[in-house]
Nanobody
């Protein structure tokens, strides 16, 4: 089993910044990719950004140029630096860790609230 512990959410004004962290512990050997999803009220959960163990990244179009995902493999920790935040970024942000092609290796954090006021 893998445990994911998120931190760094909060309330910020539009244009501000926040940094989310997600630390993985336990049987992490199966994990290859880590990422951040978000879910706003009344909307489906969406992938925001992801990073592989090799450093390849993916960003949703809505956050390109504003968000940066990074990873410390030695600490099994993934970060999401969020700049120029907009009210539409308000959501619960969830950390995900998975092993590509590894059955049963798909884990989620508890979620952290990010609220951007206008």
């Amino acid at each position: 089993q893998v445990q994911l512990v998120e931190s760094g959410g909060g309330l910020v004004q539009a244009g501000g910044s926040l940094r989310l962290s997600c630390a993985a512990s336990g049987d992490t050997i199966c994990i290859s990719a880590m990422g951040w999803y978000r879910q706003a009220p009344g909307k489906e959960r969406e992938l925001v950004a992801a990073i592989t163990s090799g450093g390849s990244t993916y960003y949703a179009d809505s956050v390109k140029g504003r968000f940066t995902i990074s990873r410390d493999n030695a600490k099994n920790t993934v970060y999401l630096q969020m700049n120029s935040l907009k009210p539409e970024d308000t959501a619960v942000y969830y950390c995900n860790a998975e092993g590509e092609g590894v059955i049963g290796c798909d884990y989620w954090g508890q979620g952290t609230q990010v609220t951007v006021s206008s």
